[in-house]
């Protein structure tokens, strides 16, 4: 048995709850905000046997793709005033970061 905790964008969570659930996978699904950008996240808990966590792992890559963005960067508050502007960045977002852990015990009550 394996835990898996996916985190991922929200932009992305709404899919892959769906696919999810067309493919069998029990996920428990949690609010979530940190990164880079302190943006919003989810995380997915999911419960499974051994030999069902490539798969799982093959319908978090098809549904969580990564895609750039462009931010403003913070303006400077040095004061030396060489550079107070601010300038756009792009940005890789998206995709999904996964732990695979071993589960000693599972009971489902």
Known sequence: ???IVCIVQNQDSRRLADEFVENGVRATRLSSTGGFLRSGNTTFLIGTEDRRVNRVI???REN???RNQTI???P???FTMESDLTYPLNIEVGGATVFVMDVEQFHQL
């Open 58 to 60: 093959e319908i978090i």
């Open 76 to 78: 400077s508050y040095d």
């Open 72 to 74: 403003m960067t913070p």
């Open 64 to 66: 969580c793709s990564t």
């Open 1 to 3: 048995m394996k835990l």
